[in-house]
């Protein structure tokens, strides 16, 4: 018997990050979302320590459920942006970082499948992705944001990969799945 899959996702943005999961913290079944605004704005320029230290206690937080995998967004690389690819790269290498170090796996999925996936479109725009994440999801959790439209997107696109759909999606949507390699996870037997 397969039991079913702990997956945290994130979409780690400069300004919020967002979370979804599919178990609580002490690892009872419960789907939700969350933004993480840290309340410092970042810098363009300059490693936001604070900024970092609040999102992982936020994923701290929600690794609690000893998730199988934790799905995380891809750093989008921004050309002519500053320094803003170099502050995506060290939020997204210090929670990479501190997730291995703690024995979580993870895996990065590419924006443009987080967006197909959601949308059925690879270049779609926030508000569509939004728009498409609560018109699939919305009856299951609320979702109040964009980041968390992503992070969703992520966690729904990971179950779907391991054969554990929160709902079927269209196959156009469906073949963002095979964008990612997906690690091999033991399912089997309980936790």
Do not use: F
């Not at 993480?36 to 490693?47: D, E, G, L, Q």
């Not at 987080?114 to 609560?134: C, F, N, S």
Request: hydrophobic residues 40%; proline residues 6%; charged residues 25%.
């Amino acid at each position: 018997m397969i039991r079913p899959l702990r997956v945290v996702a994130l979409d780690l943005g400069l300004a919020n990050a967002g979370i979804a999961v599919t178990h609580d913290q002490v690892g009872e079944p419960r789907l939700s979302c969350r933004t993480v605004s840290p309340r410092k704005r970042p810098s363009p320029t300059v490693m936001d320590h604070q900024r970092a230290h609040e999102i992982i206690g936020a994923i701290m937080a929600a690794v609690r459920c000893k998730p199988d995998l934790v799905v995380v967004e891809k750093p989008l690389q921004v050309a002519g942006m500053g320094d803003t690819s170099v502050r995506l790269g060290e939020i997204h290498g210090a929670i990479k970082h501190w997730l291995w170090s703690k024995g979580h796996r993870y895996v990065d999925v590419n924006l443009v499948h987080v967006k197909q996936y959601a949308t059925g479109k690879g270049d779609a725009q926030k508000p569509d992705v939004l728009a498409a994440v609560i018109a699939t999801y919305g009856r299951l959790l609320h979702i109040h944001s964009d980041h968390e439209a992503d992070a969703v997107s992520l966690l729904a696109q990971a179950l779907d990969a391991y054969g554990q759909p929160l709902v079927r999606v269209p196959d156009k949507q469906r073949r963002a799945v095979t964008g990612t390699t997906w690690p091999e996870l033991d399912l089997g037997g309980g936790r």
